[in-house]
């Protein structure tokens, strides 16, 4: 921590414009504002067989513009938009199959020296209570994330202060790695930890990628500037928008290609949001070769004392939430999206048909609320209340009843598939091939370090058929993959192809 500056000093130095101008074109940003607005503007329904190409374009696993991404917004014909949902599905299948990924989110302090008016953390709101968690406790959170619950996988979460700056954040997830529990079979420990945090500078986010992160998610909220700077008030970091804006720019420069990018959607029209993020999708796809590894949509949660949430005219219909999903993925075809516990189980199941392939199970947002008492889950210590609280046992019961194998792998990031090599293997399908192996491998392990009786014998099911179907798929590879197989089997454990 930075001990030696004070709160003031502190704040004055984060932001280090040079690191974002030199990306700018004449001063501005990717982010064409008028052009954004003009293609936003154009309510004329679209020609079928426009849309039939277009539909065409996301099958072959290629990103769309954002002109024929905002086609596919206007589509009102019922049965065009019943195919669009179609083909939503088999992109999905056709890059992801059945596999859904599940993490968890670990909030890790609530002091914050931004005023996001949407946000319960914001500086301003005296009715919370501020924590930042110690070393042991972060060790008792992972603890039961990793010993009981099983996770493999965490996103950790940060307000941006002096006291949670990035020795706390290097500490921390050296912290949650370092631990180990016995379960069943061995011992359950993290093996990927993604990053949720404030815009970093260059130096910071190389000290990151020696710690080993998995995906370094900034969301920009909104891309409507004029709605950025009123949500964000003037005098704080988060103010700057293009300081946020060029987060995944200096990751990348870093060695950091595992870029999550996100928008707050209700704070401005949702259209031009997707419109913003595909246009970031591909600002990094021209410039680095690499597109973003997953896309988050909160949606504006009541949060405490944030008028500003009730008050948003922009604020998601469920039918527009749907319909954002199914365009997102068919306009950025290989990319992981990720549909949090904030949105209810009935929606959430919804959404996974569409297009989602992550999400968040056993959800605790109280700081410490993994291992502490039920009042760090007061509404004083959570950023907003969530709305599906299913333990990952249920959710995951309730994934294989629909078919859907829950993959525990982390080998990705760990075996050197991440940013333009994972890129590749997406679209051209391979990173799939591979996925599946590693995803039977994990889900057998968590089935026999962690699940339910009932969780246990519906996965052993699902996993027989998805071995003949490999055994089919995947001749070359099969007999490793059961020598694999078999070891797991026998309790080794962190076994990938
Ligand atoms: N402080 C860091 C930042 O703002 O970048 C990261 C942590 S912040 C808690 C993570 C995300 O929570 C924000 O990027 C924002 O999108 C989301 N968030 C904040 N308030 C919210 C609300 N009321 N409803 C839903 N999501 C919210
Ligand atoms: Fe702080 Fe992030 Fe909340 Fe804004 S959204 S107040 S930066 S924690």
Not at 251 to 278: K, M, P, Q, S, T
Request: charged fraction near 30%; include cysteine.
């Amino acid at each position: 921590m930075s001990r030696d500056i004070s709160r003031k000093d502190w704040i004055e130095q984060r932001i280090k414009p040079d690191e974002y101008r030199k990306y700018l074109d004449q001063g501005q940003s990717f982010i064409d504002d008028k052009f954004l607005q003009r293609i936003v503007a154009d309510d004329s329904q679209p020609d079928p067989l426009q849309v039939r190409d277009i539909l065409q374009k996301s099958l072959e696993i290629e990103s769309l513009t954002e002109e024929e991404t905002a086609v596919l917004t206007r589509v009102q014909d019922p049965d065009l938009l019943a195919t669009m949902e179609a083909t939503a599905l088999k992109v999905k299948k056709k890059v992801y199959d059945n596999r859904i990924v599940t993490f968890a989110p670990l909030y890790l302090n609530n002091i914050c020296v931004n005023n996001c008016l949407y946000c319960g953390f914001r500086t301003a709101n005296q009715q919370v209570d501020r924590k930042i968690l110690s070393s042991r406790q972060i060790r008792d959170e992972t603890r039961v994330l990793a010993g009981e619950i099983g996770h493999k996988r965490l996103i950790v979460v940060y307000g941006e202060a002096p006291e949670t700056d990035i020795d706390y954040m290097e500490e921390s997830i050296e912290t949650i790695y370092s631990v180990k529990v016995p379960v069943r079979n061995g011992e359950g420990r993290i093996r990927r930890v993604n990053l949720n945090a404030p815009p970093l500078q260059k130096r910071e986010l190389e000290r990151l990628k020696t710690v080993g992160i998995g995906t370094y998610q900034v969301f920009q909220e909104t891309y409507h500037a004029e709605t950025y700077h009123r949500v964000h008030p003037g005098g704080t970091l988060k103010n700057d928008y293009l300081w946020r804006l060029y987060s995944m720019h200096r990751a990348y420069e870093a060695g950091v290609d595992d870029f999550g990018l996100g928008v707050l959607f209700g704070l401005y029209d949702w259209r031009y949001e997707l419109l913003g993020l595909v246009s970031h999708a591909r600002e990094l796809e021209e410039k680095f070769g690499v597109g973003p590894h997953t896309i988050s949509f909160p949606r504006l949660e009541p949060a405490l004392g944030a008028k500003i949430v009730e008050n948003s005219k922009y604020r998601l219909a469920d039918s527009e939430f749907k319909r954002l999903i199914t365009v997102l993925r068919l306009a950025v075809p290989y990319t992981g999206l990720i549909i949090t516990a904030r949105e209810s189980a009935a929606l959430r199941d919804q959404v996974i048909e569409l297009g989602c392939t992550q999400a968040d199970a056993s959800t605790k947002l109280g700081i410490g609320g993994y291992s502490y008492d039920e009042a760090a889950q007061s509404k004083a210590k959570q950023q907003f209340i969530i709305g599906d609280t299913r333990s990952l046992d249920s959710l995951v019961r309730s994934l294989i009843k629909r078919g859907y194998i829950v993959s525990f792998c982390t080998a990705g990031y760990r075996c050197g598939r991440t940013g333009e090599s994972i890129m590749k293997l997406l679209k051209t399908g391979k990173e799939g091939e591979y996925c599946k192996l590693n995803a039977v491998l994990t889900f057998r392990e968590w089935l026999d370090d962690f699940a339910s009786e009932e969780t246990r014998v519906l996965g052993e099911r699902l996993i027989q058929k998805e071995i003949s179907r490999i055994k089919q798929q995947l001749p070359e590879i099969y007999s490793r993959f059961q020598e694999y197989y078999s070891k797991t089997v026998d309790g080794k454990r962190d076994l990938f192809l």
